[in-house]
């Protein structure tokens, strides 16, 4: 079981990630804007800088004996997507929302799981 969710973890960590690469790429596809201004791209490049390390850290790292300082990663990483499924939830973006559910239970019950 916990072999899987090292792995489910990894998943989700990097479709985050993955996630953050497609709108540097394409900055509208995030906001669904067919001309995209400066604030939008400042937004996109600050998620991007949180979400590429972080995704590849919280995706990587239980794979290694870290103890305590892993699960504390891990248990980040659920925060951080409990704070994104608030903000799809204003937004109403039904993608991100179920997204981000997944993210936040699989990151938090690897936290539990590695302590």
């Given at each position: 079981?916990?072999?899987?969710?090292?792995?489910?973890?990894l998943f989700v960590s990097l479709a985050s990630?993955?996630?953050?690469?497609?709108?540097?790429?394409?900055?509208?596809?995030?906001?669904?804007?067919?001309?995209?201004?400066?604030?939008?791209?400042?937004?996109?490049?600050?998620?991007?800088?949180?979400?590429?390390?972080?995704?590849?850290?919280?995706?990587?790292?239980?794979?290694?004996?870290?103890?305590?300082?892993?699960?504390?990663?891990?248990?980040?990483?659920?925060?951080?997507?409990?704070v994104d499924v608030v903000i799809a939830v204003?937004?109403?973006?039904?993608?991100?929302?179920?997204?981000?559910?997944?993210?936040?239970?699989?990151?938090?019950?690897?936290?539990?799981?590695?302590?």
């Amino acid at each position: 079981m916990q072999t899987l969710l090292l792995f489910l973890n990894l998943f989700v960590s990097l479709a985050s990630a993955g996630a953050a690469v497609i709108a540097l790429l394409r900055p509208g596809s995030f906001s669904g804007s067919s001309q995209v201004g400066r604030g939008e791209i400042f937004y996109v490049r600050m998620y991007a800088a949180r979400s590429i390390p972080f995704g590849l850290a919280a995706g990587i790292l239980p794979f290694w004996p870290g103890g305590s300082a892993v699960a504390w990663v891990l248990l980040t990483a659920g925060v951080i997507q409990i704070v994104d499924v608030v903000i799809a939830v204003g937004k109403k973006e039904r993608g991100m929302m179920i997204g981000a559910s997944v993210g936040a239970v699989v990151h938090l019950l690897c936290s539990i799981a590695i302590r």
